[in-house]
């Protein structure tokens, strides 16, 4: 059975709106294995950050407010303030990935649990009005207030606010924002004139008082491995293993924003003067706050990718069969044999014979990366031609079991399965290409179902799958 090896690779997270995505791709760096013998080891990639930087599409209405022959109605959206982002999403460094192939030709990548993010807010309210200031209609968004009315430019709304996303943010992460007094939060205050209403008609001062204190949500759909997807917290994405030395692929975090609040409104109103008659103070206005609650529709996000550098062990054996020559009856013979890893991780392997009489070491062996190790095979002649099939299992993902063909005195050691006098077995033929011959690997069919495809290297992978892997090739 070829050994279960695990990869931990760093990697993080999080989204911006409308694809506006943030700097360009990084790659991670092998590091020191923690546990060579475990094979794992931890690669990072620095923090990541998105941002939400645009309003909020979503409108919240006040609906009309009235009081005598003055009529208000209020419109806000959720947006940021100057340039700083609405919504800041950050992983640190240490949000982690684990790699594991248990089955041949594939590798899971699955985020784990551990490093916990940060989520920022800040906002402001941007106000549009409609009224109806006794008989004369006045209608201002949000730019014509500021470009037209407001002093320096902002409306008197900020608000701040910072939470926690639980790692990779399949759980979701909140950030509650604070609420000011509604006495003491005017957006705006305006004379009637700088409204477009006529002096001789009335004057006064139109003022807009609103709190709210919304909770934003940001919660990843999935995480993406190429065109492999982790879509729950624990799950893993599949993605292909080909002989290489590592595994480099690209990761993306897929998500949503949302928020919900209850909006406070309330108008103010002085009049000073009706048809150029002083009220001095005698005509009143009084407007009930208006409370709107609000759930602003799910904004998809996606973050900046990632690229993860994974190190492999990648091993390899002889191709061509071994002879061992003529030895008497009686005789030995042994032959010391290269078994190379030219991977970035350590190489784990056992070593077995079909043939009683060709030995080979038993128990766990180990090779360093980019090292290689001697395997010596010793044959005890009985006069005979013999052959042995030699078979290497290790923790190569994509070629976790190799075998070769040593022999001696004139055994047939071609590319079939030979027994211990030396005689043909049943070979071994895959899609009609006799696979002790043909190196093999393996391809996801679109459907999913798995599929043997004879000579499979970088290039079929790099149509199969977006996932980018670079390595030295196995000798030939």
């Known amino acids: 059975m070829a050994a279960t090896s695990r990869i931990l690779g760093r990697a993080a997270l999080f989204g911006t709106v409308a694809a506006a995505l943030l700097g360009s791709a990084s790659t991670a760096q092998a590091a020191p294995c923690t546990s060579a013998a475990a094979n794992k080891c931890t690669v990072g990639v620095g923090e990541m950050k998105a941002q939400v930087a645009n309003a909020f599409g979503d409108v919240i209405d006040s609906g009309w407010m009235e ?18 982002p609405l919504v800041s999403v950050t992983l640190p460094a240490t949000a982690l990935v684990e790699a594991t192939w248990t089955e041949k030709g594939f590798i899971d990548l699955k985020p784990l649990d551990g490093a916990t993010g940060k989520m920022d807010v800040r906002y402001t309210l941007l106000p549009s009005i409609e009224a109806s200031i006794y008989g ?91 065109p492999a997807s982790a879509g729950a917290k624990g799950a893993a994405a599949r993605v292909i293993a080909s002989d290489a030395d590592f595994l480099e692929v690209s990761a993306t975090i897929r998500g949503e924003v949302s928020y919900a609040g209850s909006l406070d409104v309330k108008p103010n109103v002085v009049v000073d003067s009706v048809a150029g ?30 690229n993860l550098h994974i190190p492999l062990p990648n091993v390899k054996v002889p191709t061509a069969p071994v002879s061992l020559g003529d030895v008497k009856s009686g005789g030995s013979a042994s032959k010391t044999i290269s078994i190379q890893n030219t991977g970035e991780l350590e190489a784990v392997y056992t070593v077995t014979s079909s043939g009683a009489s060709f030995k080979v070491p038993g128990g766990e062996l180990k090779i360093a990366p980019k090292g290689k190790a001697d395997l010596v095979v010793s044959y005890a002649s009985n006069g005979g031609a013999a052959s042995s099939t030699i078979t290497v299992k290790s923790n190569d993902p994509d070629s976790p079991e190799q075998t070769f063909k040593i022999g001696a005195n004139g055994a047939d050691i071609s590319s079939s399965e030979d027994d211990e006098d030396g005689a043909r077995s049943k070979e071994r033929v895959v899609g009609g290409i006799d696979s002790t011959v043909v190196d093999s690997g393996c391809s996801v069919s679109p459907t999913g179902s798995r599929t043997t495809t004879p000579g499979f290297g970088l290039a079929a992978l790099g149509l199969a799958v977006a996932a980018v892997v670079r390595g030295a090739r196995r000798r030939r």
């Open 67 to 84: 009081s005598g022959k003055i009529k208000v109605r209020a419109k806000f959206n959720i947006a940021p303030i100057g340039r700083e």
């Open 136 to 226: 004369i209609s006045i209608t201002k968004d949000a730019t014509g207030l500021i470009n037209d009315n407001i002093q320096g430019a902002s409306f008197k709304y900020d608000v701040k606010a910072s939470g926690t996303v639980p790692s990779w943010g399949f759980d979701p992460g909140q950030v509650k924002t604070p609420a000011p007094a509604l006495s003491q939060s005017t957006i705006f205050s305006l004379p009637f004139d700088d409204l477009g209403v006529d002096p001789g008609t009335v004057e006064g001062t139109l003022a807009i008082q609103a709190a709210t204190s919304p909770t934003f949500t940001f919660k990843a759909k999935e995480v993406s491995f190429g």
């Open 277 to 306: 008659y002083p009220t001095f103070g005698l005509t009143k206005f009084s407007f009930n706050t208006v409370s709107k609650a609000y759930t602003g529709a799910p904004v998809a996000v996606s973050s900046n990718t990632v």
